[in-house]
């Protein structure tokens, strides 16, 4: 779309204009006449909602990658919650006592203190 | 030109059934947009907006290890495997799996639920563990589910299984700490309202979502100490092998603060299997739960009464007949022989009931227990020691006890005088204990308390430091007293604790009543007392008991007392005195 400047310059005083009033005009040469407007705003339109439904799918896309991030957390928490109960199993009194290496040991003599 | 549709053309006739299909249109969008609005609308968001509820995690219960907090009681995620018998394939392999990876717990009957065919949800096994569930899943067996849930876990086993209770299959806390503190372990569920798609998930899109985080249940950290517990438990069970008796307690607990280390019940149950617990009355913390008339044991609550008050002091005398005379009735001491001018500390080593009933009587009149007197001891026994009333430990199912009051028609001489030496009265072993501490710790009554602290989710631990809640007795009555039961445990015993130390308490032998009236051949037998240093550093009482059981203190009760306290001295690690 090209556009053709029209200079008509004509005197302030001939054409008795007013003080700071634009002096020249450029007219566009093509004319758009309402169908052509009703296209426009149509494919403006579907742009924004092609750009609308582009964010939304995007930000569903995020939801699903945060929803698998929350499972793995989840995941790694419970495993983490079942090493903490495996460690607590293997470190309680009962398991100690009933270990090879505390039956290989002899009772513990009574703490005898030296006086000064 | 100009175009005109003739009338009854075609083209009119189109026209006009294009505009009444329009006009159907128009009206049933009208109907579906605008009247139907609000219908249509709650039934889009039933499908599309999920409200989901972010299950809070109950609180875990620790136990010290010195000074250490220990998970004692854990939540762990396990598994509920189902099957849709109407879909499954390949039978023999999900049974051959299932029983293979699940083993115990499977159900026996596998086969015979997946042949009922006309049912869409079949258990095949409980309290799967998330290993094992993954190795079922990795099998890909058609028609195989999975329920995920939070069961309570206990390392430790058995150990302070009263003390802590358990939580019921709806998630509520009976019993012990799990009851007392539910609400404070239970947390606060979170919600996510959000729109979700065809698989549940969370989407963000839509301007209704909610996401209202969980607060879990907080972190409780007990006084209970799993080596002190650990050994109580031991030396009760010994103690109860030894002497023949079914049931026994022990309670040991700091008499500076009145935190609890230990609290032993025998028998006892495991609380990951309280559905397999035939007799109720094992989930009963006797310590707490139990009132009885606790003997001789009272014997060193009258003598600080009657210090206190300024009417004895310990070798003030009187003249033991070994029979005294209150009312109508006659008292009489169980040991006798010990006649003519003795002391009041002579009567505490002999446990001689006369002592105690001359004691309430100078409180009187001093020959008589009248209503004054009563009323001093009622004062001291009810409000200061706290005796006959809920001491508020942390834990459910707390009993008051009785101490009948002398505005009571039955608060008379007689009763007060069976008072002085522990009968008339029912009180638990957690007001027993908390009563001697605050008479061997200078004289300051502490609430008994179970709860050492809280784990911050970060980790912090916020210790609670406990203060006195009053004060009953002076600091001179309170040595005086300590320095009685020193003596009157060295009198006959002194040499069965490690030398060097502070060891102090009293035996009781209590009568039990069977239909209204006091038995023979069934007593109960107790000893409190105290060890230490310069200053006690522990209490201990200790209880047992059996049906048709002639159990005593001194024999029965005294040597698990003077077990755990040697044990106590080298764990507490206490020098002796120069």
Same mark, same amino acid.
């Given at each position: 779309?090209?556009?053709?400047?029209?200079?008509?310059?004509?005197?302030?005083?001939?054409?008795?204009?007013s003080?700071?009033?634009?002096?020249?005009?450029?007219?566009?040469?093509?004319?758009?006449?309402?169908?052509a407007?009703?296209? &426009?705003?149509? &494919?403006?339109?579907?742009?924004?909602?092609?750009?609308?439904?582009?964010?939304?799918?995007?930000?569903?896309?995020y939801?699903?990658?945060?929803?698998?991030?929350?499972?793995?957390?989840a995941?790694?928490?419970?495993?983490?919650?079942? &090493?903490?109960?495996?460690?607590?199993? &293997?470190?309680?009194l009962?398991?100690?006592?009933?270990?090879?290496?505390?039956?290989?040991?002899?009772?513990?003599?009574?703490?005898?203190?030296v006086?000064? | 030109?100009?175009?005109?549709?003739?009338?009854?053309?075609?083209?009119?006739?189109?026209a %006009?059934?294009?505009?009444?299909?329009?006009?159907?249109?128009?009206?049933r969008?009208?109907?579906?947009?605008?009247l139907?609005h609000?219908?249509?609308v709650?039934?889009?968001d039933? =499908?599309q907006?999920?409200?989901?509820?972010i299950p809070?995690?109950?609180?875990l219960?620790?136990a010290?290890?010195?000074?250490?907090?220990?998970?004692?009681?854990?939540?762990?995620?396990?598994?509920?495997?189902?099957?849709?018998?109407?879909?499954?394939?390949?039978?023999s392999? !999900?049974?051959?799996t299932i029983r293979k990876?699940?083993?115990?717990?499977?159900?026996?009957?596998?086969?015979?639920?997946?042949?009922?065919k006309?049912?869409?949800?079949?258990?095949?096994?409980?309290?799967?563990?998330?290993?094992?569930?993954?190795? *079922?899943?990795?099998?890909?067996?058609?028609?195989?589910?999975?329920?995920?849930?939070?069961?309570?876990v206990?390392?430790e086993?058995?150990?302070?299984?009263?003390?802590?209770g358990?939580?019921d299959?709806?998630?509520?806390?009976?019993y012990?700490?799990?009851?007392?503190l539910?609400?404070?372990l239970?947390?606060?569920?979170?919600?996510?309202?959000?729109?979700?798609?065809?698989?549940?998930?969370?989407?963000t899109?839509?301007?209704?979502?909610?996401?209202?985080?969980?607060?879990?249940?907080?972190?409780?950290?007990?006084?209970?100490?799993?080596n002190?517990?650990?050994?109580?438990?031991?030396?009760?069970?010994?103690?109860?092998?030894?002497? %023949?008796?079914?049931?026994?307690?022990?309670? $040991?607990?700091?008499p500076q603060?009145?935190?609890? +280390?230990?609290?032993?019940?025998?028998p006892?149950?495991?609380?990951?299997?309280?559905?397999?617990?035939?007799?109720?009355?094992l989930?009963?913390?006797?310590?707490?739960?139990?009132?009885?008339?606790?003997?001789s044991v009272?014997?060193?609550?009258? $003598?600080?009464?009657? *210090?206190?008050?300024? @009417?004895?002091?310990?070798?003030s005398?009187?003249?033991?007949?070994?029979?005294?005379?209150?009312?109508?009735?006659?008292?009489s001491?169980?040991?006798?022989?010990?006649?003519?001018? !003795?002391?009041?500390?002579?009567?505490?080593?002999w446990s001689?009931n006369?002592? +105690?009933?001359?004691?309430?009587?100078r409180?009187?009149?001093?020959t008589?227990?009248?209503?004054?007197?009563?009323d001093t001891?009622?004062?001291?026994?009810?409000?200061?020691?706290?005796?006959?009333q809920?001491?508020?430990?942390?834990?459910?199912?707390e009993?008051?006890?009785?101490?009948?009051?002398?505005?009571?028609? =039955?608060?008379?001489?007689?009763?007060?005088?069976?008072?002085?030496?522990?009968?008339g009265?029912?009180v638990?072993? *957690?007001?027993?204990a908390?009563?001697?501490?605050?008479?061997i710790?200078?004289?300051?009554y502490?609430k008994?308390?179970?709860?050492?602290?809280?784990?911050?989710?970060?980790?912090?631990? =916020?210790?609670?430091?406990?203060?006195?809640?009053?004060? $009953?007795?002076?600091?001179?009555t309170?040595?005086? $007293?300590?320095?009685?039961?020193?003596?009157?445990?060295?009198?006959?015993?002194?040499?069965?604790?490690?030398?060097g130390?502070? !060891?102090?308490?009293?035996?009781g032998?209590?009568?039990?009543?069977?239909? %209204?009236?006091?038995?023979?051949?069934?007593?109960i037998?107790?000893?409190?007392g105290y060890g230490g240093?310069?200053?006690?550093?522990y @209490?201990?009482?200790?209880? @047992?008991?059996g049906?048709?059981?002639s159990?005593?203190g001194?024999?029965?009760?005294?040597?698990?007392?003077?077990?755990?306290?040697?044990w106590?001295?080298?764990?507490?690690?206490l020098?002796?005195?120069?």
């Amino acid at each position: 779309m090209s556009y053709q400047p029209m200079t008509q310059f004509s005197s302030r005083r001939q054409q008795s204009w007013s003080r700071n009033q634009n002096t020249v005009a450029f007219i566009s040469s093509v004319k758009l006449g309402p169908v052509a407007h009703t296209v &426009l705003v149509a &494919l403006m339109i579907t742009v924004l909602g092609l750009i609308y439904l582009t964010q939304a799918t995007r930000a569903t896309s995020y939801d699903y990658e945060s929803q698998k991030i929350d499972s793995q957390i989840a995941e790694l928490n419970t495993k983490k919650s079942d &090493l903490e109960v495996e460690n607590a199993r &293997l470190t309680a009194l009962e398991t100690v006592k009933n270990s090879s290496v505390a039956r290989e040991m002899t009772t513990a003599s009574s703490t005898q203190y030296v006086r000064q | 030109m100009r175009l005109e549709l003739q009338k009854g053309s075609r083209s009119r006739i189109l026209a %006009g059934l294009v505009l009444v299909i329009m006009a159907i249109f128009v009206v049933r969008l009208f109907y579906l947009q605008v009247l139907q609005h609000d219908y249509y609308v709650s039934q889009a968001d039933s =499908e599309q907006v999920k409200r989901l509820t972010i299950p809070a995690k109950r609180g875990l219960i620790y136990a010290l290890d010195g000074s250490k907090p220990v998970q004692l009681v854990m939540n762990e995620t396990v598994y509920t495997v189902f099957a849709d018998p109407a879909i499954t394939e390949d039978e023999s392999k !999900i049974i051959d799996t299932i029983r293979k990876v699940a083993g115990g717990s499977a159900r026996a009957d596998l086969q015979d639920l997946l042949d009922k065919k006309e049912s869409r949800y079949q258990i095949l096994a409980t309290k799967v563990t998330r290993t094992q569930a993954e190795k *079922i899943k990795a099998e890909r067996l058609k028609g195989i589910g999975f329920q995920e849930e939070s069961q309570r876990v206990y390392p430790e086993g058995s150990l302070a299984a009263q003390t802590l209770g358990f939580v019921d299959f709806e998630g509520n806390g009976k019993y012990g700490v799990e009851g007392a503190l539910n609400d404070r372990l239970l947390g606060e569920d979170g919600l996510l309202q959000t729109v979700t798609d065809v698989s549940d998930v969370p989407l963000t899109i839509g301007d209704r979502n909610v996401k209202q985080p969980a607060v879990d249940g907080d972190n409780v950290v007990l006084s209970i100490d799993r080596n002190v517990q650990s050994y109580a438990q031991q030396a009760l069970a010994a103690g109860l092998e030894r002497t %023949g008796a079914t049931n026994g307690s022990v309670l $040991v607990m700091d008499p500076q603060t009145g935190k609890i +280390m230990a609290m032993a019940n025998l028998p006892t149950y495991n609380p990951a299997e309280f559905n397999k617990v035939e007799d109720g009355a094992l989930f009963n913390n006797n310590i707490i739960s139990a009132p009885y008339e606790p003997g001789s044991v009272i014997k060193t609550l009258t $003598v600080s009464t009657g *210090i206190e008050k300024g @009417v004895i002091t310990p070798q003030s005398t009187y003249n033991n007949t070994d029979y005294i005379k209150v009312d109508d009735r006659v008292i009489s001491n169980a040991t006798k022989g010990q006649t003519g001018t !003795i002391t009041i500390q002579h009567a505490l080593n002999w446990s001689l009931n006369t002592g +105690m009933v001359t004691v309430a009587q100078r409180l009187g009149d001093g020959t008589t227990i009248t209503r004054g007197a009563r009323d001093t001891m009622y004062d001291y026994f009810y409000n200061k020691f706290g005796l006959g009333q809920y001491t508020g430990v942390e834990l459910d199912g707390e009993s008051s006890g009785e101490v009948v009051s002398p505005e009571d028609a =039955e608060g008379n001489a007689v009763r007060y005088s069976n008072m002085s030496f522990g009968q008339g009265m029912n009180v638990t072993m *957690i007001q027993v204990a908390s009563a001697f501490s605050s008479i061997i710790n200078g004289g300051n009554y502490y609430k008994p308390t179970v709860i050492d602290g809280v784990l911050a989710p970060n980790g912090t631990y =916020e210790k609670v430091t406990t203060k006195p809640v009053r004060s $009953v007795i002076s600091k001179s009555t309170s040595d005086q $007293v300590k320095e009685m039961t020193r003596v009157a445990r060295g009198a006959f015993y002194s040499r069965v604790d490690k030398p060097g130390y502070l !060891i102090g308490g009293k035996t009781g032998t209590s009568e039990t009543i069977e239909n %209204g009236r006091y038995v023979d051949n069934q007593t109960i037998g107790s000893n409190v007392g105290y060890g230490g240093t310069e200053e006690a550093r522990y @209490v201990i009482m200790v209880q @047992v008991s059996g049906k048709d059981k002639s159990l005593q203190g001194a024999r029965d009760a005294l040597p698990i007392f003077t077990d755990v306290s040697n044990w106590m001295i080298d764990y507490l690690k206490l020098q002796p005195r120069g």
